[in-house]
Every structure is written in C-alpha cells, then in structure tokens.
Antibody
Framework: EVQLVESGGGLVQPGGSLRLSCAASGFTFSNYEMNWVRQAPGKGLEWVSYIDSRGSTIFYADSVKGRFTISRDNSKNSLYLQMNSLRAEDTAVYYC???????????????WGQGTLVTVSS | QSALTQPASVSGSPGQSITISCTGTSSDVGAYNYVSWYQQHPGKAPQLMIYDVSKRPSGISDRFSGSKSGNTASLIISGLQAEDEADYYCSSYTRSSTWVFGGGTKLTVL
C-alpha cells in the first residue's frame, strides 16, 4: 500500500526556518518524481515545488523561489522541504504528492500524504 | 502564475448532473492535455478524480467525467449523490514546467 507521511510542521516566527519531511513507502520511491503542494487555512491548493527522481531537476512556485529548497534522499525513501525566511502567508497545510504513472506525462497526483501544518506567527 | 478560474460554488439535487468549469490560458489548460481534477472532503487530503483531461483512475466512478475545449476544462458529475458533496479543484501543467490549481468549487447536494 502506498503511504506518504509528512512531518516537521509546527509554529515558527516570521523570518524563521523549518524543515519538512515526507516518508514514502509501498512503492519504489527512487523511480518517482515528487511534489509539495500547500493549502492555506480555508483556501485552495497551491503547488509549491517539484523534484525529479534523481534530484537533478527542480522547479519552484514564484511565491517560494529563493526561500524554499526541495531535496530527497532515495536511500531513505524521503522527500524534504527546507523553508527559510518564512512569512505569515506561508501558513498552510503542506502535502507531499506522488505523480500518477498512468498519466501520459506524470502530470497528475494520485497519492497524497495527510499533510503537516505550518503556522508562521509571532 | 495566476490560478485557474472556477465557480466558487455549484449545487444540484440527487440524481441530477452538474458541470464545473475551469478556465485557464494558452500557457496552461490550452497548452497540454494535462488537466486533472481533485475532490477534497473537509479535513482530508485531495483525491484524484480525473487526469489527462478525461481519464479516470482505477476505482473512480464513471459518474465522473472530464472534457476540454480550448482554454476551458470541465468536470461533469452525473447521477449526483450525497457523498459527492465536497470541494473540487482543477489543476493544469503549464509551459513553465510548473502546476497551477483552480480556486476551488464547493459542490452542495441539495
């Protein structure tokens, strides 16, 4: 059974840092690209970042570029999101999401974690 | 990257059909056949309902279907059921190698 379990969320002050983790199981993690998607309280979904299977190709949303860093450790079946210079508007539930291999370009997300809440507030 | 445009809310009675639209641009919805739709119940993670415009993942009811014309995609739910009440989000891959989501549509089953 595919499982994605996020951790590392919590309360942090504006300007602070936090590192999120996503532990993957039930599939060959090293074969899959991965993404982070967030959802502010009561708001819609927002794509945050993408990393390819080897960690060599990475993309970010403009809203987090230069502040967030996505990475992965295939030996540990884990995905990470290092978040620096956090702002109040970064407050959200952060999900890791796996692409659907049946999608022609792997451009849909078929498995999501339960999410981890990040709250940026003084 | 601007969010795709969805109606804030739609409603229908059990057994009826509803359509949720999703309007983007030639840089996202109109650029590729990589539109997907997600259902989200309160407090839960999103669930993939439609991918590549019109394909259904295994286990998703055939009451859910999708289509696209130009820069606008649509999700059609037929035979509306109480359990369909949820938020629905469209998403598209973009020419910038990023993804963009719609603002979400709250479906109410009357």
């Amino acid at each position: 059974e595919v499982q994605l379990v996020e951790s590392g969320g919590g309360l942090v002050q504006p300007g602070g840092s936090l590192r999120l983790s996503c532990a993957a199981s039930g599939f060959t993690f090293s074969n899959y690209e991965m993404n982070w998607v967030r959802q502010a309280p009561g708001k819609g979904l927002e794509w945050v970042s993408y990393i390819d299977s080897r960690g060599s190709t990475i993309f970010y949303a403009d809203s987090v570029k230069g502040r967030f860093t996505i990475s992965r450790d295939n030996s540990k079946n884990s995905l990470y999101l290092q978040m620096n210079s956090l702002r109040a508007e970064d407050t959200a539930v952060y999900y890791c999401a796996r692409p659907n291999p049946n999608s022609g370009g792997w451009r849909a997300f078929d498995y999501w974690g339960q999410g981890t809440l990040v709250t940026v507030s003084s | 990257q601007s969010a795709l445009t969805q109606p804030a809310s739609v409603s229908g009675s059990p057994g009826q059909s509803i359509t949720i639209s999703c309007t983007g641009t030639s840089s996202d919805v109109g650029a590729y056949n990589y539109v997907s739709w997600y259902q989200q119940h309160p407090g839960k993670a999103p669930q993939l309902m439609i991918y590549d415009v019109s394909k259904r993942p295994s286990g998703i009811s055939d009451r859910f279907s999708g289509s696209k014309s130009g820069n606008t995609a649509s999700l059609i739910i037929s035979g509306l059921q109480a359990e369909d009440e949820a938020d629905y989000y469209c998403s598209s891959y973009t020419r910038s190698s990023t993804w963009v989501f719609g603002g979400g549509t709250k479906l109410t089953v009357l």
